[in-house]
């Protein structure tokens, strides 16, 4: 990984839209690049996700990627960790802000340093307000959410119990007078308890990209025809009619072998085949997803 790197409050370069929020860190730690005026958005969420929240994260951070917007998040398990990822695999920047030092012995989670070297390998940054060597304690990583709200124009939640670090996020982007975004889910699940909760005070229902884009007022996402239908498209019949079947939805394999006909080993061929092209995402127990 690159040097660490400091920036004061009053340096030109320090981020712009962080330096207005109230107790805005007088000293930023980093690696890679701190692009002052940039426009970043944040996406937080549990670390205790559902298939659904995984799906949302990764079709929604896809959609926002292919945009002028930079991706924030926390680095953290879950959430976070899909939020940095579908940016990467774009090769789009994204900013992870840590509650500990940046220096690789005590960034956590330390199963992340794979994806931390990606997120500076795709022109991204790793940002703290705490000195190399910092370990994280129940403070520190509350104390970084104002920085993830600060860094961005808005802050969707995906996936968030009543008491979750996520809301601490979001309450700040409220105070910060940041637009807070949310994403509905089942009145059943402790993860939708806290979505629901900022839904009802006034944060925007998200159900994809371009609700998000819509209410920041910058452009939807325009995706030519004929890439839309080649994303759609398969080099052979098992591969079309497993895309078609996708289309809209995550499914058990199970699920696409009896609405497909197809055997079990074809279907399982095909989905090997169409994950590598990056046409369908498994977001894990082998429950996959049409990519974008």
Same mark, same amino acid.
């Given at each position: ?7 004061n ?15 805005a ?6 690696k ?46 879950g959430?976070d ?68 709200? $600060?860094?961005? @124009?808005?802050?969707?939640? %995906?996936?968030? =119990? ?6 601490? &996020? *979001? ?34 229902l ?41 289309? $809209?939805?995550? @499914?058990?394999?199970?699920? %696409?072998?009896? =609405? ?6 074809? &279907? *399982? ?24």
């Amino acid at each position: 990984m690159d040097d660490i790197k400091s920036i004061n409050i009053n340096d030109i370069n320090y981020p712009k839209l962080l330096k207005e929020i109230k107790n805005a860190p007088k000293v930023l730690y980093y690696k890679g690049k701190i692009l002052p005026e940039e426009k970043c958005f944040a996406v937080v969420g549990t670390r205790r996700y559902s298939v659904y929240g995984k799906q949302a994260a990764l079709e929604i951070v896809d959609g926002l990627a292919e945009t002028e917007l930079t991706i924030v998040s926390g680095l953290a398990p879950g959430i976070d960790t899909f939020a940095h990822t579908a940016a990467v695999e774009q090769n789009k920047r994204t900013i992870a802000v840590l509650g500990t030092g940046i220096d690789e012995k005590t960034i956590y989670p330390q199963s992340n340093l794979k994806l931390a070297q990606k997120i500076l390998e795709t022109n991204g940054c790793l940002i703290s307000e705490y000195p190399p060597g910092t370990r994280g304690t129940q403070f520190t990583f509350p104390q970084r959410n104002r920085i993830i709200s $600060g860094l961005s @124009l808005g802050t969707l939640v %995906i996936e968030a =119990k009543e008491r979750s670090g996520s809301l601490i &996020t *979001a309450n700040h982007a409220f105070s910060q007078k940041r637009k807070v975004f949310a994403i509905p889910g089942s009145i059943y699940s402790q993860n939708s308890r806290g979505t629901h909760f900022l839904i009802k005070k006034g944060a925007k229902l998200v159900e994809n990209a371009d609700d998000i884009l819509k209410e920041l007022k910058l452009p939807k996402i325009t995706e030519p025809g004929n890439a839309k239908n080649n994303a759609r498209r398969g080099e052979n019949e098992e591969e079309n009619l497993i895309l078609e079947t996708l289309r $809209g939805e995550a @499914l058990y394999i199970d699920k %696409i072998i009896e =609405k497909t006909k197809l055997s079990a080993a074809k &279907t *399982a061929s095909a989905l090997a085949t169409l994950e590598i092209k990056g046409k369908v995402r498994n977001l894990g127990g082998n429950i996959y997803t049409p990519s974008r």
